[in-house]
T-cell receptor
Framework: DAKTTQPNSMESNEEEPVHLPCNHS???????IHWYRQLPSQGPEYVIH???SNVNNRMASLAIAEDRKSSTLILHRATLRDAAVYYC????????????FGPGTRLSVLP | NAGVTQTPKFQVLKTGQSMTLQCAQD?????MYWYRQDPGMGLRLIYY???????DKGEVPNGYNVSRLNKREFSLRLESAAPSQTSVYFC??????????????FGSGTQLSVL
């Protein structure tokens, strides 16, 4: 299973962009890179995922390095509601066992 | 849409008591999962069910049993609760069993305290 490294915490000002990094140097060629976030007192929610190309949706953008050993989740304009723990999860084909939520990055958004 | 519904939201047990956490999804998903989350940590998979009628162990199954009652419902049972099982429990579902690009949908959790 691919191991990930994320900063324990990050801070951002409201309405500024936020770049959340993730290293996954042991990722396999078929693993997708998923990002979930967990708001306080809630279950995790899906944010975005990708394989090789950069991806955009209404919540965020995902930039994937050419060698796929790292990725960056981009929140274009942080809001107070974006304060959460963000999890980067490479997902392979070891069904059930391998979708591992590590400690993630706790993002604080300052008004 | 309700999505994934968990009951109860809070529960306090005494050591040795038993209880069942309930989970239901209304998205017609085939696969369902139970996770636990301890303070300051990520989620750990307890059990999962690829489809109705099947269940498999995850990373931390000891002390738990599960039942996939039907396609909608997946319950988690603690037969003899221990303080080490104090945690927040999350149920999740997905359309199929963790395909490479599948999404998980989570419930809002059950806060369980075992005294």
């Amino acid at each position: 299973d691919a191991k990930t490294t994320q900063p324990n915490s990050m801070e951002s000002n409201e309405e500024e962009p936020v770049h959340l990094p993730c290293n996954h140097s042991t990722i396999s060629g078929t693993d997708y890179i998923h990002w979930y976030r967990q708001l306080p007192s809630q279950g995790p929610e899906y944010v975005i995922h990708g394989l090789t190309s950069n991806v955009n949706n209404r919540m965020a953008s995902l930039a994937i390095a050419e060698d796929r050993k790292s990725s960056t989740l981009i929140l274009h304009r942080a809001t107070l509601r974006d304060a959460a723990v963000y999890y980067c999860i490479p997902s392979g084909d070891n069904y059930g066992q391998n979708f591992v939520f590590g400690p993630g990055t706790r993002l604080s958004v300052l008004p | 849409n309700a999505g994934v519904t968990q009951t109860p939201k809070f529960q306090v047990l005494k050591t040795g008591q038993s209880m069942t956490l309930q989970c239901a999804q209304d998205m017609n998903h085939n696969s369902m999962y139970w996770y636990r989350q301890d303070p300051g940590m990520g989620l750990r998979l307890i059990y999962y069910s690829a489809s109705e009628g099947t269940t498999d162990k995850g990373e931390v199954p000891n002390g738990y049993n599960v039942s996939r009652l039907n396609k909608r419902e997946f319950s988690l049972r603690l037969e003899s609760a221990a303080p080490s099982q104090t945690s927040v429990y999350f149920c999740a579902s997905s359309e199929v069993l963790r395909q490479l690009n599948e999404k998980l949908f989570f419930g809002s959790g059950t806060q369980l305290s075992v005294l």
